[in-house]
């Protein structure tokens, strides 16, 4: 046998095959919760693709093995306790961003249409301004805005939770010193 195919030999032995599920894909459990996928310490089954790009080495999931299985089970309870108090900030950061609004001063003509429009970046940087952090995904918007006028805006800040945000847009104010 030659050094090259003993090489490869030892190159695919040090490589771990995920282990398939009963669908053909990986089966995971989540060490933290995934939005599309499942919450912390659900068994999911995924591509391998996802598994192996993103899960894994984001650590967001680990092999489902019984013994991760069994320690999941053990610190359940308290991983009831520290969802329940992130639902519980969120909820009351959701109650805060409800009673906000926000003006956004834009550039108009005389029919109230913008040169342009508003969109998630301008109304995150405006919350930014206010003390708020938010992610562009995180504002839910039907289309850019494009008229001045007042609109309510989706924050989706949890799976089950969403907040309502009034936003003024209004015109640039123009300077006449002049």
Do not use: C
Not at 113 to 119: A, I, K, M, P, R
Request: proline share 4%.
């Amino acid at each position: 046998m030659s050094k090259t195919q003993q090489k490869k030999r030892t190159r695919r032995a040090s490589y771990k095959r995920l282990p398939k599920g009963p669908n053909g894909g990986v089966q995971l459990l989540l060490i933290q919760s995934v939005d599309p996928l499942g919450k912390q310490g659900d068994v999911v089954e995924v591509k391998p693709g996802y598994a192996n790009n993103y899960l894994l080495p984001q650590g967001l999931a680990t092999l489902a093995s019984d013994h991760h299985k069994r320690m999941v089970d053990k610190h359940r309870a308290k991983l009831v306790q520290i969802e329940k108090a992130r639902l519980a900030d969120l909820q009351s950061l959701a109650d805060t961003i409800t009673k906000q609004s926000v003006t956004i001063e834009a550039k108009a003509n005389d029919e109230g249409h913008l040169y342009g429009s508003v969109g998630a970046p301008e109304i995150t940087s405006t919350l930014k301004q206010q003390g708020f952090t938010l992610t562009n995904d995180q504002i839910r918007l039907e289309g850019p805005l494009r008229e001045l006028g007042l609109y309510t805006v989706k924050v989706h800040l949890h799976r089950d939770i969403e907040a309502d945000l009034k936003v003024w847009v209004v015109p640039e104010a123009e300077d006449n010193a002049g």
